[in-house]
């Protein structure tokens, strides 16, 4: 109860804020951990910091749901969902150790995995935030099917606060895969590599993320498979190519 009046009062104190600014014409900055202020953006305005929006509201493993407030540190979240054998799927970048699920969302920046996946706003479930007349509003829920008319919360995935300030948000997680391995093949053109990524995706294989990568004018392709066990180590016998550190035995 005590944390809830807390979060309350942090909340009731950034509206004012807020309201206050939009009254003076005064530019706002919203910032978490910073660990995103090199990506090409327009550091003006007073700082207006969601840290002290921390810890985790609700997580439900057998719902795969958990709710968060925005200050909240990524590495916090993502250690809470591991010792459940759970995660974030779309591998979310962190820049840092500062990165905070506030900035994730804002950012909308996902990891290797969503061309498989899908993207952070696939998995935002709901969220609450302040919007520029200080007035806190809360869209979605807590499951798939909860939007009819515009889904407010995904629009706000992506939009570095330029729709307003998120306070907490909603979040779909996964169970870890049981299986993952990482394939390397040698000696491959872009255009082999495009080849091959087309063919493999319309089989039914365990593809989680590639990269191809040219050093010296020789190409190489790196493919990671993530599954079922039995499933990855079917993948890796019929792909070939050279096996590293895997999880598969």
Not at 55 to 83: H, Q
Not at 99 to 114: E, F, H, I, K, Y
Not at 131 to 159: F, H, I, P
């Amino acid at each position: 109860m005590q944390a809830m009046d807390s979060a309350t009062s942090q909340i009731n104190q950034l509206g004012e804020r807020i309201r206050a600014a939009a009254s003076d014409k005064t530019p706002l900055r919203i910032c978490g951990g910073g660990s995103k202020d090199f990506y090409g953006l327009r550091l003006q305005g007073e700082p207006l910091s969601t840290r002290a929006l921390s810890g985790i509201v609700s997580y439900e493993p057998s719902e795969l749901v958990v709710t968060v407030r925005a200050g909240t540190p990524l590495a916090e979240l993502e250690a809470t969902l591991a010792s459940q054998g759970q995660c974030l799927a779309f591998e979310p970048p962190h820049f840092g150790a500062a990165s905070t699920v506030g900035g994730m969302v804002a950012a909308g920046l996902s990891g290797p995995s969503r061309a498989s996946v899908g993207a952070v706003r696939d998995f935002v479930l709901g969220l609450e935030m302040i919007n520029g007349q200080g007035e806190l509003l809360r869209y979605g829920g807590q499951v798939m099917k909860n939007v009819a008319g515009y889904d407010v919360s995904r629009l706000m995935t992506g939009s570095w606060g330029t729709l307003g300030l998120i306070t907490e948000i909603s979040l779909k997680v996964l169970p870890v895969a049981p299986a993952e391995a990482t394939l390397r093949f040698d000696a491959c053109s872009q255009e082999q590599a495009l080849d091959w990524l087309n063919h493999w995706g319309g089989q039914p294989l365990p593809l989680n993320a590639s990269n191809w990568l040219e050093e010296d004018g020789k190409g190489t392709l790196y493919l990671r498979l993530r599954g079922a066990r039995a499933a990855v180590q079917a993948a890796t016998l019929r792909l070939g190519g050279e096996r590293l550190d895997s999880d598969v035995v």
